[in-house]
């Protein structure tokens, strides 16, 4: 029975391995539909969320099958359901990024954000394309170190997300005011992308270590975690 939970466990670890490749292929994909007008990579990401979702719907089909024949326990039961929501969390990234590429798409050939706004984004996009890699690194060697500087660094994108308010409310904004809304809300699904890398950080955290996932990791003066 063990040897049979361990090669379906592995056929479900190989299904979110290639759901967390394909969101890191639609962060990065929505940041260029985005940032160039690229209404070709917009489509691309569009039409990949649809392999995003039956990757949700085969790794739940396979855990639920898994929690009714085997039964498990202890550090597998803790894999399984962390497994759920991980999955849970990449669908929902998934769609964060066709949000964007829709935003993207909905404007093309203007661009939905106005000229003062395109550097804030762009180094939005550099960290948000820097958390999709750690989450493959991390999510491949269940590395606990790589989820816990997802988490220290959440701080940053925060931060930026904060100026893009700033921005729009300042006397400076010559956007329209269709690239008002838009940066609004396009700021608020690149922070939610953000916040959906930390919870996944903090659910490989739990599988790794049984570490609470729903608290901030502590931090010495140096700031590394404890």
């Not at 085997?70 to 669908?91: H, K």
């Not at 838009?182 to 916040?195: K, P, Q, T």
Request: aromatic share 4%; glycine share 4%.
């Amino acid at each position: 029975m063990r040897v049979i939970f361990n090669e379906e466990m592995k056929a479900v670890a190989d299904d979110l391995d290639r759901m967390v490749r394909n969101v890191r292929k639609a962060i990065d994909g929505a940041g260029r539909a985005l940032l160039d007008s690229d209404v070709e990579a917009a489509q691309a990401v569009i039409d990949g969320d649809i392999e995003i979702d039956a990757l949700e719907s085969s790794i739940i089909d396979q855990c639920v099958k898994l929690l009714a024949k085997q039964n498990p326990v202890a550090t597998d039961l803790r894999v399984v359901v962390s497994t759920l929501r991980l999955a849970a969390t990449f669908e929902r990234m998934g769609d964060l990024a066709r949000h964007i590429a829709e935003a993207a798409r909905r404007s093309y050939p203007e661009s939905p954000l106005s000229d003062e706004a395109k550097d804030l984004f762009s180094q939005m996009q550099d960290f948000l394309d820097e958390t999709a890699d750690n989450m493959v690194a991390m999510l491949a060697d269940r590395d606990a170190k790589v989820a816990e500087r997802i988490i220290r660094n959440d701080d940053k994108l925060d931060a930026l997300h904060a100026k893009t308010f700033d921005l729009a409310l300042s006397d400076e904004w010559t956007g329209s005011k269709q690239q008002l809304i838009d940066v609004v809300l396009l700021s608020r699904f690149m922070e939610r992308l953000g916040d959906h890398a930390v919870s996944a950080a903090r659910r490989v955290v739990f599988i790794v270590s049984g570490f609470d996932p729903s608290k901030e990791p502590s931090r010495d003066e140096d700031g590394a975690v404890e």
